[in-house]
């Protein structure tokens, strides 16, 4: 079987390289990739996998209207919070001023304007060159957010078999390009189930397949006893930074500031670990914690171009195992950490606003809402002083209900299960 990968983000997506290496051993395995992109995807070259350059994008007036268009006018998924929060990040990690400007323009115009245009109307409006290669492909595999639109437009127009894997657990929630015309892969029955809802995808288009990051769990799991060794020889919270919007990272300071100082009144032995956020560029804006007497930052695990190796994922499951408690705003972790031995939390206090950009809407996205706040209120802190009672509580035991929900919702695989079921 040819199967071809649509990629996107690459170098950040360990995962999505050793599912690509995977099937590689028995299969001829394709990557496609942005132009753009091609110095980070080479980077991560292997053995035995073809690479291509997707050749599609063409900027005749009537291809650019379309765009225009679309982008102004496009259908949101119905948690248009998270759409809003995801687009309100991607500008404010932009580094030119009249870029950023534009941005901002752009998303007060979507607020404001009618929503008249789904991705569809968009894939049928555009005209491809057909210049990429892909005669010899039997089964395409593409991943949320789509890489290219003119690419996706093409292989429809050609009836080719088309599988898109949804990344994400809040991708349903954020992102705008779901065509009705391919089919889905997914976590759970719970993302299934929000790709209909918020998407507009019918159910029978929507298989079950697991998540190909918990991979790095399943490993996890099986090999710990005699492969991860214990970072830290002390008792210890783990915080992970979850907040990538340079204007919302100071107010989570704030907030970890605050916890940082209540571990530190009940506990003076107890320390207080800091993962920052990995895709945040500024992370000079942690330096302040470092003056708290009981707070440690692990920043050692970023590479130069903000990608993470292996070590270091196993490093981070390592350091959720070994603490006392995770604690977290809003962030994947927050449910990887369910399937250690030790409970989750996501803290819901700190916010002085609801409105528009605030720690509270992000602390309140559609997933968090969803999967974790409404899960189990035991594992919500909505106060300082419930975080407190948790410190001091001899029974840790009745903090793990979130870690058994969490467990029944989303499957662990290893690589090559989930690997061999995406064309099986």
């Known amino acids: 079987m040819t199967i071809g990968f649509v990629v996107s983000f690459f170098d950040f997506r360990n995962d999505v390289r050793k599912m690509i290496q995977i099937l590689s051993y028995e299969n001829k395995v394709v990557v496609f990739y942005k132009p753009a992109d091609e110095e980070k995807v080479l980077n991560y070259k292997m053995p035995k996998v073809e690479y291509r350059p997707i050749l599609e994008r063409n900027r005749r007036i009537r291809n650019v209207l379309a765009e225009q268009f679309f982008l102004y006018f496009k259908k949101l998924p119905k948690s248009r919070n998270n759409y809003f929060l995801m687009e309100l990040f991607k500008i404010s990690n932009l580094q030119n001023r009249h870029t950023k400007r534009k941005g901002k323009f752009i998303l007060k115009m979507q607020y404001i304007l009618p929503r008249l245009v789904h991705y569809d109307q ?28 003119y690419f996706l437009s093409r ?9 898109t894997y949804v990344y994400s657990w809040d991708h349903p929630c954020k992102h705008t390009r779901f065509s009705k015309q391919v089919k889905y892969l997914c976590w759970s029955e719970g993302i299934k189930n929000d790709i209909v809802e918020l998407q507009g995808i019918d159910a029978d288009r929507i298989k079950i397949k697991g998540a190909s990051q918990f991979g790095y769990i399943n490993e996890f799991l099986t090999k710990k006893q005699v492969s991860f060794q214990r970072t830290y020889p002390f008792e210890y919270v783990y915080f992970g930074c979850a907040i990538g919007i340079k204007e919302l990272v100071p107010n989570e300071i704030k907030v970890i500031r605050q916890l940082a100082e209540a571990s530190f009144k009940i506990d003076t032995d107890l320390k207080f670990v800091i993962r920052p956020y990995p895709n945040l560029e500024q992370w000079n804006l942690y330096e302040e914690l470092r003056k708290l007497p009981n707070v440690i930052l692990d ?31 809003g962030t994947t972790l927050g449910i990887e950490a369910c399937f250690t031995n030790k409970p989750s939390f996501i803290v819901d206090f700190g916010f002085e606003n609801k409105k528009g950009l605030s720690l509270y809407a992000f602390i309140h996205q559609y997933q968090n809402e969803k ?32 870690n058994d929900i969490v467990k029944k919702e989303f499957p662990v695989k290893s690589f090559t299960e989930f690997s061999r079921s995406l064309i099986s």
Not at 156 to 162: F, H, Y
Not at 300 to 305: A, I, Q
Not at 308 to 327: C, G, T
């Open 122 to 149: 968009l894939l049928n409006w555009l005209q491809p060159l057909c210049k990429t290669e892909i005669k010899d492909i039997d089964r395409f595999i593409l991943f949320t957010e789509i890489a290219d639109d």
């Open 371 to 402: 999967y974790l706040l409404s899960a189990s209120k035991k594992n919500t802190f909505k106060s300082l002083e419930e975080y407190r009672h948790f410190l001091v509580s001899d029974n840790q035991e009745e903090y793990l209900s979130i």
């Open 155 to 163: 292989l429809i127009r050609e009836k080719k078999d088309i599988v």
């Open 299 to 329: 920043d050692s695990f970023r590479n130069k171009d903000l990608s993470i190796n292996d070590a270091d994922i196993y490093s981070k499951l390592e350091k959720i195992q070994n603490s006392k408690a995770f604690l977290h705003l």
